[in-house]
């Protein structure tokens, strides 16, 4: 007789995944789909999200898109109702999509930047939660995961824009989790390390080395794959007691004092 009781198959889920079209979102809805989940791909170009679900659907998954800014608060409200009217529902919300604006506290723009970070970054996730809520109630497996970053657990210079959305995200993830635990509602959100994507492309390889070699345990940055199974780790039936966590997926970035 197994021992096991709960399930790991996440099979004809619905999940919606922001910023799907590149990084870390892209890898985290072809793993979804791999798992037999159902991929509503979102993200703010329709070449980017097309060649997502391109790829999932040769591949042999499911997947259907929606051009999305996450930014645009009637858009949550539209593309939302079209993923739950064309699936029935959604179960699992990842919201991944993100900017990286670095600028001195003291620049002319610096507010501009500030109100574009917390957009997308932080406001964008509330409202898309806002307005997944209905449906997520009606799942027998409700999950939420939130796309934070080591920022959200320390700071870099000139990152305040970046780092404040960061640290807002886990704070919203706390909260959440306190608020919709009642219902079996899960939120929990990852915070990635360095990684290989198309926000840390523009770093030379030299300077990446240096930074790996220096700040993490296992001197590498990470695949987004690495980043995606632990996002879909967390939306799996069986993660039904872990909630209001901030996960650190960062090679041991933040173990490390010299």
């Known amino acids: 007789m197994p021992l096991s009781k709960l399930s790991r198959s996440i099979r004809n889920q619905v999940a919606l995944v922001t910023g799907a079209a590149s990084g870390i979102g892209r890898a985290t809805s072809h793993l979804l789909a791999d798992e037999g989940a159902q991929v509503a791909v ?37 593309v939302t109702k079209e993923v739950i009217a064309h699936y029935g529902g959604i179960d699992i919300l990842i919201n991944n999509a993100g900017i990286s604006l670095f600028t001195k506290i003291d620049s002319d723009d610096y507010e501009d930047l500030w109100d574009r970070s917390l957009d997308v970054m932080l406001k964008g996730q509330v409202r898309l939660v806002r307005a997944a809520l209905p449906a997520l109630r009606q799942s027998k497996h409700p999950r939420i995961v939130n796309l934070a970053s080591t920022e959200g657990l320390g700071a870099t210079p000139y990152g305040s824009t970046y780092t404040s ?62 980043i995606a199974h632990a996002i879909v780790n967390l939306t799996l039936p069986a993660s039904s007691y872990m909630t209001g966590v901030a996960l650190a997926v960062d090679g041991g970035l933040t173990i490390r004092n010299a």
């Not at 591949?59 to 930014?71: C, E, T, Y």
């Not at 009642?182 to 770093?203: D, F, H, K, S, W």
């Not at 990446?208 to 345990?217: C, Q, S, W, Y």
């Open 165 to 226: 959305a960061k640290h807002g995200v886990i704070g919203l993830t706390r909260a959440l989790a306190v608020e919709l635990g009642p219902e079996g509602i899960t939120v929990n959100c990852v915070c990635p390390g360095p990684t290989l994507t198309g926000m840390t492309q523009a770093i030379p390889d030299t300077d990446k080395v240096v930074f790996a070699k220096r700040r993490t345990a296992l001197k590498r940055y990470a695949q987004p794959e690495e």
């Open 42 to 78: 979102t993200d703010i170009t329709q070449e980017g999200v097309d060649r997502v679900v391109q790829e999932i659907t040769d591949a042999g998954g499911k997947a259907k898109g929606w051009v999305l800014d996450i930014a645009n608060a009637a858009q949550i409200i539209n």
